[in-house]
């Protein structure tokens, strides 16, 4: 993922940025001690959102402790951890382990990192087939697409929607599975969108792949984005979430849009 799913912090109370953070240093913890620090190396806050969706839809029992870490090695912090940050962790990995191999093949040279993954893959993947299994073939297609100079920024961002949408889907059996994929897959489709907006000038300038068509202004921009935010939150509001609700929905309708909104004033 991008990294765009993120809370707007000034829209938290102080207790609401004291527990967002306490889960996301909860994945922190649960990835360091799975994988070690090639687990922390890819850590983003989208997993955090998808951790606080599923732990609270599911009512889980939270459990807190407090720790240093290399990040903060001199005061203990606080941390929280449940049936779902384990979840939400392997998804990170599995994410990260395809991000990898795409900024390989983008870049043209291997990553010191790439031994490490491959080594944790073989569980991953056999644990996790559905969602390998999607990741693996809507990434299939966008790299066809991608070679083919596909100029259809909605068809290109449907494959991550789709990706992310099966991710957000930890039981399938759940009664609320469709309204996750939903979730997932408006989420997904922001977040490539968003990001072929943020790349497009990097993009034109280096000759590389970007599915938005030439010139294209910000309201066009912001009217796909709309649509992409509007599945992602008519979805969420059907969950019977309650617990971290305020939480997520600032993300949802705040935060996903303040890295838009500064491209926006830099266009100016």
């Known amino acids: 993922m991008f990294g765009y799913v993120a809370a707007d912090i ?9 527990l967002y953070k306490a889960h996301y240093c909860g994945l922190c913890h649960v990835l360091r001690e799975r994988y070690g ?43 929280i951890h449940a049936a779902s940050t384990d979840y939400a962790a392997d998804m990170q990995m599995l994410l990260g382990y395809y991000s990898l191999l795409d900024n390989i093949h983008d870049e043209g040279k291997g990553s010191r990192n790439e031994e490490k993954f491959r080594a944790l893959m073989p ?24 070679k083919e100079g596909c100029k259809d920024p909605e068809e290109m961002s449907l494959m991550t929607g789709n990706l992310l949408g099966e991710i957000f889907v930890h039981d399938d ?36 792949y970007n599915p938005l068509p030439d010139g294209i202004g910000k309201e066009a921009m912001k009217e796909m984005l709309i649509d992409a935010a509007a599945t992602a939150s008519t979805a969420f509001e059907h969950l019977p979430l309650d617990q971290h609700v305020s939480i997520l929905r600032n993300i949802l309708y705040s935060g996903i849009w303040i890295r838009f909104e500064g491209t926006e004033r830099k266009d100016d």
């Open 37 to 79: 620090s090639i687990g922390t190396s890819t850590l983003s806050y989208d997993m955090v959102f998808l951790e606080m969706v599923l732990s609270d839809l599911n009512d889980e029992e939270e459990t807190e402790g407090s720790e240093r870490c290399a990040v903060h090695p001199i005061r203990e912090h606080r941390y």
């Open 173 to 208: 059996s759940s009664f609320f599975r469709d309204d996750l994929r939903a979730l997932g897959c408006g989420i997904g489709r922001f977040v490539y969108l968003l990001d072929a907006w943020c790349d497009r000038k990097k993009d034109h300038k280096k000759g590389l």
């Open 10 to 18: 000034k829209g938290l109370s102080k207790e609401e940025r004291a």
């Open 123 to 146: 569980e991953l993947e056999a644990r996790y087939q559905r969602q390998d299994g999607r990741i693996r073939e809507e990434l299939g297609r966008i790299a066809r697409k991608e």
